[in-house]
């Protein structure tokens, strides 16, 4: 089954701590770049962090720069999406995805052809 499998969402106080995994299953990360992106409850989904596989190449929202770190590990076929100094409003569904969008156009959604599962994130105390 072709898919993509994220993991690592939860409950955490602000501050604190996550990392997410997204791993591939029937497809290859190779040449592609992946997503992290999330959506909070009535909003519109938002890129948070990207990587393309071939290149390393690392894009991050001005909302996350400096406290979340986007990486690979092609041996497990998997991106990591780590996520430290969380804030209330980090609270979302985060999504992983698979697409080819051109560098400038990371954040479109629709240039993602494959999602994993939706986790949820929420920072409170």
């Known amino acids: 089954e072709v898919q993509l499998q994220a993991s690592g969402g939860g409950l955490v106080q602000p501050g604190g701590s996550l990392r997410f995994s997204c791993a591939a299953s029937?497809?290859?990360?190779?040449?592609?770049?992946i997503g992290w992106f999330r959506q909070a409850p009535g909003k519109e989904r938002e890129g948070v962090s990207g990587?393309?596989?071939?290149?390393?190449?690392?894009w991050n929202a001005d909302s996350v720069k400096g406290r979340f770190t986007i990486s690979s590990d092609m041996a497990k076929s998997t991106v990591y999406l780590q996520m430290n100094s969380l804030k209330p409003e980090d609270t979302a569904i985060y999504y992983c995805?698979?697409?080819?969008?051109?560098?400038?156009?990371?954040?479109?959604?629709?240039?993602?052809?494959?999602w994993g599962r939706g986790t949820q994130v929420t920072v409170s105390s």
């Open positions: 995805a698979r697409g080819r969008p051109i560098t400038s156009a990371w954040t479109t959604s629709n240039l993602y052809a494959y």
């Open positions: 029937g497809l290859t990360f190779v040449d592609y770049v």
């Open positions: 990587i393309s596989i071939s290149t390393g190449n690392i």
